[in-house]
């Protein structure tokens, strides 16, 4: 409890922040899901084929996962809140629609009789009758359609529109049980506190308090939409991975170039995601650059050009066809590398490599039986990952899918027997763990550099020029000791990034 009081005493700021982020992203969705949902029920509302089929259309949109649908959003509009407030839309649809369509439908018969006896017309039926008595039944939709887009909301985080998602991401990362219940706790204080507002509504009470509420967030939603369009002086914005590495070098690339060029607007979007949410969201010029690795452009990213693979894959030849690669292909500029290697690996707890005489990963092979793998989803897909594994190794065995920042605390508590790591991990030193050696080399090398479009690397020359001094910069031990003080000494990444840049010189001085 004193460690959950402590951290919300010292992120205060933050979850301030974090809560009108999220409230902002609630409340904007919930309107414009009610400015679609109801018009379209009072339109279907006497037409019971159509109103059917659009409950279906409604019904299967809902069924599309959250993940999913903002993957698929990322390309045509971007990052940020377009295509969160897009898919909590998409979500609010169905609960308004059905209450409403519930509420116009279920009139009593008689009571629209009496309405056409005294001879009202089709428009004051609908104002001065039939949406009075259905509004406690659409109010009861609303408040559901509100609490699911809390809840949901929280997946914003991920494509970098904030929230209380990026508590809950945040802690998940960096084994902080504390983020992560001040993030959940905060999310369903506010799904209780806005529900119970919208219950008092539905109850007769607080009606004018609604309707200037709804004038206040119509403005509000104006207001956001102006500031979001305005010209603007040019801003950098830098995203990362999920993990305290890219968190680091993101906070560096953003030192660099505020010390080179004074007056910079740099945002940072930590924790964006999986690879390609960031490859398409720099694709889509939605953010400025990330840090990418050299394994990942030539697995993942890119079409291998001819002729390729038949020369030896040294650690400056696969830069190389990685920089080439991205250049032909996506009009894209890969700076020169840092030092370290964070390639993959396969690791086990030393306690189990001992009592098996492990050293190597062809020695799982005799032990596939009892194995259980926790691999986040990126790596069973890849071909140097978990496939890799079976048709190199010929390793198969049970796996399951986890969150990269479970599947460390997952090995310790023997939940699973073996899992992936990067070289340049905390948690090897923090959980005592063994990188059984790759000795049918099956994972490339790993150098990260800063990756951007190329229009943008040609406009700036004086900032390629202030991010390239990390080339051939920072060793494997540099990295893991840096990830340490973030991960487990619960230091910021920040401070970890500008400590390392001031005290290798490489900002020409400063304070740290």
């Known amino acids: 409890m004193n460690t959950l009081i402590q951290t919300l005493v010292s992120k205060r700021q933050e979850l301030l922040l974090a809560v009108g982020q999220h409230v902002q992203l609630s409340l904007i969705a919930l309107i414009i899901a009610m400015m679609i949902a109801i018009p379209l029920a009072v339109i279907v ?22 993940l999913a649908l903002l993957g698929l959003l990322i390309p045509f509009v971007g990052i940020g809140m377009a295509p969160a407030i897009i898919a909590l839309v998409i979500y609010a649809i169905l609960p308004i629609f059905s209450g409403t369509l519930t509420g116009l439908t279920g009139i009593d018969s008689v009571l629209e009789e009496a309405a056409d ?42 494509i970098g529109a904030g929230g209380l998602g990026s508590f ?35 109850h007769n009470r607080l009606r004018s308090v609604f309707t200037v509420s709804v004038i206040v967030l119509i403005s509000w939603i104006g207001l956001t939409f102006y500031q979001a369009v305005k010209p603007t002086p040019q801003t950098i914005i830098i995203a990362g991975k999920l993990g305290s590495e890219p968190d680091i070098l993101i906070n560096m690339y953003k030192d660099l170039i505020q010390h080179a060029v004074p007056g910079t607007k740099v945002i940072l979007k930590p924790n964006f995601g999986q ?34 693979q038949e020369i030896s894959a040294s650690p400056a030849q696969l830069y190389g066809y990685a920089k080439n690669d991205l250049r032909q292909q996506f009009r894209m500029t890969y700076l020169p590398p840092m030092a370290y290697n964070n390639t993959y690996a396969i690791v086990v707890k030393k306690a189990y490599a001992q009592a098996h ?17 926790g691999f986040d989803l990126e790596f069973l897909d890849r071909p140097d990952g978990y496939k890799g594994l079976a048709s190199k190794y010929g390793l198969r065995f049970k796996t399951q899918s986890m969150d990269p920042g479970l599947r460390y605390e997952a090995l310790n508590n023997g939940k699973i027997t073996v899992t992936d790591r990067y070289s340049t991990d905390s948690q090897i030193r923090q959980f005592r763990l063994l990188a059984l050696q790759d000795n049918r080399h099956l994972f490339p090398t790993y150098q990260g550099a800063p990756l951007m ?8 020359p004086h900032i390629v020029q202030a991010l390239n001094v990390l080339a051939g910069k920072i060793s494997e031990q540099d990295m893991q000791e840096m990830n340490y003080e973030v991960n487990v000494k619960q230091l910021s990444a920040a401070n970890v990034a500008r400590h390392y840049l001031t005290t290798h010189q490489l900002l020409g001085g400063g304070k740290k």
């Open 45 to 66: 509302a006497r037409h019971q084929r159509t109103a059917a089929i659009l409950t279906q259309i409604a019904g299967v949109l809902q069924t599309i996962p959250s």
């Open 117 to 158: 006896a005294f001879g009202m017309t089709a428009r004051e039926k609908l104002l001065r009758f039939e949406l009075p008595l259905a509004m406690p039944t659409m109010l009861a939709g609303i408040r559901q359609a509100l609490v699911m887009i809390i809840g949901t909301a929280t997946l914003a985080a991920l």
């Open 168 to 202: 809950i991401l945040l802690g998940i990362d960096r084994n902080n049980n504390a983020l992560i219940l001040i993030g959940a706790i905060a999310s369903g204080l506010l799904a209780i506190t806005l529900s119970s507002a919208l219950y008092l509504i539905q």
């Open 275 to 308: 690879t390609s949410f960031l490859f398409n969201a720099l694709k889509a010029k939605q953010i400025t650059m990330y840090p990418e690795f050299t394994g990942t452009v030539l697995e993942s990213l890119v079409k291998p050009a001819k002729g390729q």
């Open 357 to 373: 005489r492990i050293k190597t990963i062809t020695d799982l092979r005799p032990l596939t039986a009892n194995l259980l793998g």
């Open 453 to 460: 479009n190329t229009a943008f690397a040609q406009k700036n």
